[in-house]
């Protein structure tokens, strides 16, 4: 048997970047990954959001994804086009990079980090004491850690096996997605029907790329016959499609755990919520989790916070999640052929076309407008901490090049009394900072300028100065436990 502090079910993008915040906190984590191969087969998610390359940029390899990707506006919502370039923001965009890309990036990351990873690594069953949680692999070994983390997809075994309700909704809708070749010449791009969409396309890869919806909800596992008829029904030719790489069906069953955390047992990523892939949001929202949890678990793993503070990642995750999973589902709803959903379509994108609706809801969807509740205040609070560039006595900086390694952040900008860490101060860094341009946050616009703010590892204000440090030394117990 082999003991860790913390054992990440999972190697996915949400599974990596976990086991890397843990390794920047200094905790002993394994990720245990299924899949042999490094490279995962289906291309997956096709892009990211602009909060999650901001929190990428905090890690300080944002640069990485933007050399591989394209960057570009991939906003939009019942036909309407979101552009976010006016955002007060570092990266007011989207950027084009299909997950195994991003995948590997991270891997690479991690390796640099030195996060351990098990190949092959198959649970097959977890048992949970008062002192800790057992997980057997199916070749017969044991480990056993403090906490098990399920990034193990929507099937997820953890979620499964830790009894942890996974509610909401059946799928209305599915389609065949598979990557093959052809002999003859299709018609290239999307195309529309009574049925739904389905789309031809060339990949990266130099096959083929298809996609199509099927006219009743699939079970079985799909087969290339399957995907031969339905290309029939839709194009009147199967094209001679042959030798496919892959065939996989995704449908809109949209579910969402009912308890991030049992336990020792917490879920993130698609284990924990799973939804139609309109909007692009499953990647992100899993890495969002992860960066979330990671200094939260850390601590609690290290004894200087209690274990009820990883409650307040469900707190601040669930919501989060569900509002992006309301999204999805209305997609869905929105783009179905009928006359009535046609004219409620209609209206949708009347009113998402005016500017305060457009505002919000491009807020919404890129991540940029995310608040946690961290109680009323200034409107910092809860909310993703500006990447500004101030001023240091070493000189110019931006605030996301202080968040590469993790740690807490105490910037003042002028408090007349000075500011302080007091107890905090071996964990909590603090920093003079000088400020003298406007204070803009995404939706909302200017704010009153803070004499100073606690920013979290994961980037958001914790606590804002007004003048005073008063409710300073509440918060800093708050978030990394009493001294």
Not at 6 to 17: D, E, K, Y
Not at 338 to 349: E, G, I, Q
């Amino acid at each position: 048997m082999s003991d860790h502090a913390v054992i990440i079910a999972g190697g996915g993008p949400t599974g990596l970047m976990l086991g890397a915040e843990l390794t920047l906190a200094g905790v002993d984590v394994v990720i245990l990954e299924q899949r042999v191969a490094e490279e995962r087969n289906q291309p997956g998610a096709l892009g990211l959001h602009a909060r999650t390359i901001e929190v990428f940029d905090q890690r300080g390899i944002a640069d990485r994804f933007l050399a591989a990707g394209k960057v570009m506006q991939v906003l939009g919502f019942a036909g309407v086009r979101l552009d976010i370039s006016a955002f007060p923001s570092r990266h007011p965009y989207g950027l084009s990079l299909i997950q195994k890309h991003s995948e590997r990036i991270i891997l690479d990351w991690t390796r640099e980090l030195g996060v351990p990873i098990l190949r092959g690594a198959e649970i097959t069953g977890i048992t949970e004491e008062a002192s800790g949680i057992d997980v057997t692999l199916k070749d017969g070994r044991s480990l056993r850690a403090r906490y098990l983390v399920g990034c193990d997809g929507g099937r997820s075994l953890v979620r499964k096996a830790s009894r942890i309700a996974f509610p909401g909704t059946d799928p209305t809708i599915s389609h065949l997605l598979a990557e093959a070749e052809l002999i003859a010449e299709p018609e290239w791009g999307l195309r529309r029907d009574a049925i739904g969409t389905h789309a031809l396309s060339r990949t990266e890869g130099g096959k083929i790329g298809i996609m199509v919806t099927e006219p009743e909800v699939g079970v079985a596992e799909p087969t290339l016959e399957d995907l031969r008829e339905r290309l029939v029904a839709h194009y009147g030719s199967d094209f001679g499609v042959h030798s496919p790489r892959f065939i996989t069906r995704f449908t809109d069953m949209t579910r969402q755990a009912l308890a991030y955390r049992q336990g020792r047992v917490l879920l993130a990523g698609d284990a924990a919520h799973i939804h139609y892939p309109a909007g692009g949001f499953g990647m992100g929202l899993g890495i969002q989790d992860a960066v979330n949890l990671g200094w939260k678990l850390a601590q609690v793993v290290k004894g200087t916070a209690p274990v009820s503070l990883l409650d307040t990642y469900h707190a601040e995750r669930h919501p989060v999640a569900a509002s992006l999973l309301g999204y999805t589902m209305a997609t869905v709803a929105l783009n179905r052929s009928d006359d009535r959903t046609k004219a409620l379509n209609a209206l949708v994108s009347e009113l998402v076309g005016m500017a305060e609706p457009r505002l919000v809801t491009a807020g919404r969807m890129s991540g940029l407008d995310i608040r946690y509740d961290l109680g009323g205040g200034h409107p910092l609070l809860g909310r993703r901490m500006p990447d500004l560039e101030v001023t240091t006595e070493d000189g110019p900086v931006r605030v996301y090049e202080k968040l590469h390694d993790a740690r807490p952040l105490l910037l003042n900008f002028g408090c007349p009394d000075g500011i302080s860490a007091g107890p905090w101060a071996d964990s909590v860094r603090t920093l003079d900072a000088g400020y003298e341009g406007v204070w803009d946050l995404p939706v909302i616009g200017p704010v009153a300028a803070p004499s100073a703010v606690q920013i979290r590892p994961d980037g958001y204000v914790a606590w804002v100065g007004q003048g005073t440090d008063e409710g300073l030394l509440e918060a800093l117990a708050t978030w990394y436990g009493p001294r």
